[in-house]
């Protein structure tokens, strides 16, 4: 039934091209079509489901064991050149010694935030996109933190040992010392990068203002290492320290090359095209797309993409969509909200478009509950992934969907969703009106979630919708007694 | 200007501004072009054993040790040794360098074999080891002053 469903919806976006090719009638607002009102074409091929992702290859252990491993071994070089006896026995050696350990944290600190974001398949397969964000997030403020806590230590340091005022010791280092103009340059892009990623900074820029700003932070770690091998003792005086430290540096820029241009090439070889764009629900359409590399995609519903329409206006624009339906050979389908930017608006992409595909990406996947019974709770347009897992869970696993609205007719999807909820025997509760109304009655309040849910603590819930409902609704299974290892979120802003 | 121009252009600016300081002062890269290096290559260059060929390193056979004066550093004292044939520097090495704390030290004892290392192929005009800018400077003033003295 459910596949028929998704199936039928692909058969409609044919359509739609076959009028625009012969010039039948200008499909100006396809948003005014929905899925379910045109007449059908048989398709050529049979419509098979995608093959699933593979399994995660790297485990957390893992990576938390190479993590501490690269910190032990720095830190212990510290150590074996005698930073812990400088701290132990004071005077101006113990103001270097903390120098020296604040600038190989922020160091590493920084090799690591370019990691997170290169997203290298080995660790998003494990954590999943929106973890590495997170991550990156709080590593990235900790490089700014040491690199400012490094350079005011430093420069400190410097001028008690060459007996200097702390004003011409900074210009002595600066004019006479290599790579320190490129520090203190290195050191302004990181505060400046920090500042502007600040929440009410950020959300004042445009999206793109901001993330170019970010890549930034690329010239900066690189303006930052020149003087760790020049000027830092530990790189200076051992050998072994010193190719260590290169050997980091290589070790992650063979990670950042090898993923993101990876990931430029891969996407530059799909030929995926937008077949249709559909209208769900107030301010949130479906663009279709498919194409003959679709096909070889190991892809789970719940998954999102990096789209980039490559059109006029719009290819330098990069957002994450989530896949809405069950990705079969008749194409994929993404649910999206219109942006309240003031970019084109990608609903009104036309078919027949090339898009570049980057991913997928995520794992908010109905695999995670390992066929035990689920919980889906979504939030306005958070419904798209929550609608793709409903669709690939069984009936044993007896779907309880919640699904918070402020209109009704936010709704997308609803006529589906319904469909899928009743063929596998689930419940379907909505939870409808604006904020206020719910001020007094919280509806994920533990009476209300286990009024909603009887047996919650053997289910497994599955979460999408903006952050505030997010934390709501974690925070009210925890309470219920459902264990954090068993509730999934997809945090990435959709 | 476009959308993109426009979001560009902060992140832009700001990358350009960098490179650009980067370029223009940093010493690493600046120094090809300072008034240092140009008085260094105008000091008249001392003939080295090595620059010579093997029909002069027969006579460092017989040369004489020659002591420079002491040059204090910021991080300490460079004092250079040097065995001189004739007006040909066959040999110099340090004879005293800076110890007077945990970095100097560390500094020292790869900097000042390498500095060696580099007078005696070199001369005066060493290309100096980084990470150690002022022994460099002391060794460099000290085997300079030496060879003056002759």
Not at chain 1, 397 to 426: C, K, M, N, S, Y
Request: net charge neutral.
């Amino acid at each position: 039934m459910a596949d028929r469903g998704s199936g039928l919806r692909h058969r409609v976006g044919m359509a739609i091209i076959e009028l625009q090719e012969t010039g039948q009638g200008e499909l100006t607002d396809t948003r005014a079509a929905t899925s379910r009102t045109s007449t059908l074409a048989e398709p050529s091929n049979p419509v098979t489901r995608l093959r699933r992702p593979k399994r995660a290859r790297a485990e957390s252990s893992d990576v938390t064991a190479l993590c501490l491993f690269v910190l032990v071994v720095t830190i212990g070089l510290w150590w074996q050149h005698g930073g812990v006896t400088a701290i132990m026995d004071g005077g101006t050696d113990r103001l270097r010694a903390f120098g020296q350990l604040t600038g190989l944290i922020a160091a590493l600190a920084s090799l690591g935030a370019i990691i997170l974001t290169a997203r290298p398949a080995f660790l998003e397969r494990a954590y999943g996109f929106d973890r590495l964000l997170v991550a990156h997030r709080w590593i990235g403020i900790t490089t700014v933190v040491f690199v400012v806590a490094h350079s005011v230590i430093g420069t400190l340091a410097w001028a008690a040992l060459a007996q200097l005022s702390v004003t011409s010791g900074l210009v002595d280092l600066l004019a006479n010392e290599a790579w320190m103009v490129a520090a203190l340059v290195s050191t302004t892009l990181f505060v400046i990068i920090g500042l502007s990623s600040y929440r009410r900074v950020k959300n004042a820029l445009a999206y793109e203002t901001w993330y170019f700003l970010h890549l930034t932070g690329y010239l900066a770690v690189l303006l930052g290492f020149g003087h760790q091998l020049t000027l830092g003792s530990d790189f200076l005086v051992d050998r072994i320290a010193r190719w260590w430290w290169i050997g980091l540096a290589v070790a992650t820029l063979a990670i950042v090359l090898w993923s993101r241009i990876g990931v430029i090439v891969r996407s530059l070889g799909r030929r995926v095209y937008v077949t249709a764009v559909s209208g769900e629900a107030t301010g949130i359409g479906s663009i279709h797309v498919n194409g003959p590399s679709l096909r070889r995609v190991r892809i789970s519903g719940g998954q999102f993409f990096i789209i980039r329409p490559l059109a006029k206006g719009l290819w330098w624009q990069a957002h994450p969509f989530s896949v809405s339906a069950a990705p079969t050979t008749a194409g994929i389908r993404f649910t999206i909200k219109e942006l309240g930017d003031d970019t084109p608006n990608l609903l009104n992409v036309k078919p027949g478009t090339r898009v570049l595909l980057e991913g997928p990406y995520g794992v908010f996947t109905a695999d995670r509950a390992a066929g035990s019974p689920i919980v889906l709770i979504a939030g306005g347009v958070g419904i798209a992934p929550i609608r793709a897992i409903l669709e690939d869970c069984g009936p044993e696993q007896q779907p309880i969907l919640i699904v918070r609205l402020r209109h009704e007719g936010d709704f997308a999807h609803r006529a589906e969703i319904e469909d899928l909820i009743r063929t596998r025997g689930g419940q379907l509760h909505l939870i409808v009106g604006p904020r206020e109304w719910f001020a007094a009655r919280d509806p994920f309040s533990v009476q209300s979630l286990t009024t909603m849910i009887p047996d919650i603590t053997g289910r497994h819930a599955f979460i999408c919708g903006p952050a505030s409902l997010e934390s709501a609704v974690v925070k009210g299974l925890r309470k219920a007694g459902m264990q954090s290892s068993s509730i999934h979120l997809e945090r990435f802003g959709v | 200007m476009g959308t993109l121009a426009r979001r560009l252009a902060p992140a832009a600016a700001l990358g350009g501004l960098a490179i650009a300081i980067v370029g223009l002062l940093d010493p690493a890269l600046a120094a090809g072009r300072s008034p240092a290096g140009d008085d260094m290559t105008a000091m008249a260059p001392t003939d080295t054993a090595a620059q010579q060929g093997a029909a002069s390193t027969a006579t460092c056979d017989t040369a004489e040790t020659v002591m420079g004066p002491i040059v204090t550093t910021r991080w300490g004292p460079v004092q250079v040794a040097a065995t001189i044939a004739g007006d040909t520097l066959c040999e110099a090495h340090a004879v005293v360098w800076p110890t007077g704390e945990r970095q100097s030290r560390q500094i020292s004892t790869y900097a000042v074999p390498e500095l060696d290392a580099q007078a005696t192929q070199q001369g005066v005009i060493l290309d100096g080891v980084s990470g150690a800018t002022y022994t460099t400077d002391g060794y460099r003033e000290s085997l300079q002053q030496l060879l003056d003295s002759l």
